[in-house]
């Protein structure tokens, strides 16, 4: 198995054998469990219900490979320090965002008449032909929120005692957000 599911803490730094500062993002790993033979459980709900039964699991998440149900996977059989990783997470979400803060277009000159047009777009499109704006132009909209993932990472540290994963880098994504870490 070579994937973990886990919740970002914070990001911060720590310091390597040699004494250097690294930056690093901490990553809550509790032990996964096994619900079925392909699916896990994992994070809780704050108050169960009688829909959920016995499991009380927040997520679930599938698994290849074949698993024994009731099997816990902790985060040291999975990955050690320097393995390299990918992060695959939810980005934060900013909101409605104009084109210069979205795409980084440049705006309008401040000058020659254009008292209010600093920030806008321009011209979105050309004449009678062919009379409409083309799907996928760049224009203002909603930004953030949708899946990001980082590449070429690497694990720090493992603390299974303390259910900790320190990734050296940042990864998407806000506090108590979902990560899906794999092995590269």
């Known amino acids: 198995m070579n994937i973990f599911y886990g919740f970002k803490i914070s990001q911060g730094q720590d310091f390597d054998t040699a004494g250097k500062r690294v930056p690093v993002t901490f990553v809550r790993v509790e032990p996964m469990t096994v619900v079925n033979s392909k699916q896990v459980g994992l994070g809780f709900h704050k108050h169960q219900n009688k829909a959920q039964g016995a499991n009380n699991f927040k997520y679930f998440r599938e698994l290849g490979g074949?698993?024994?149900?009731?099997?816990k996977i902790q985060i040291s059989?999975?990955?050690n320090?320097?393995?390299k990783i990918k992060v695959t997470g939810i980005s934060k979400g900013k909101g409605f965002a104009g084109v210069v803060k979205r795409h980084g277009f440049k705006g309008g000159p401040k000058t020659h008449?254009?008292?209010d047009r600093q920030r806008h777009p321009g011209s979105i499109g050309q004449t009678t032909t062919p009379g409409r704006v083309y799907r996928g132009k760049r224009m203002a909209g909603h930004m953030g929120q949708s899946q990001t993932t980082v590449r070429n990472l690497q694990v720090f540290a493992v603390k299974p005692e303390e259910n900790l994963l320190l990734i050296k880098g940042l990864v998407p994504g806000a506090k108590n957000g979902l990560l899906k870490i794999t092995k590269i």
Request: hydrophobic share 25%.
């Open 81 to 83: 320090s320097g393995d």
């Open 66 to 71: 074949t698993l024994n149900a009731g099997e």
């Open 77 to 79: 059989d999975v990955f």
């Open 113 to 115: 008449g254009q008292s």
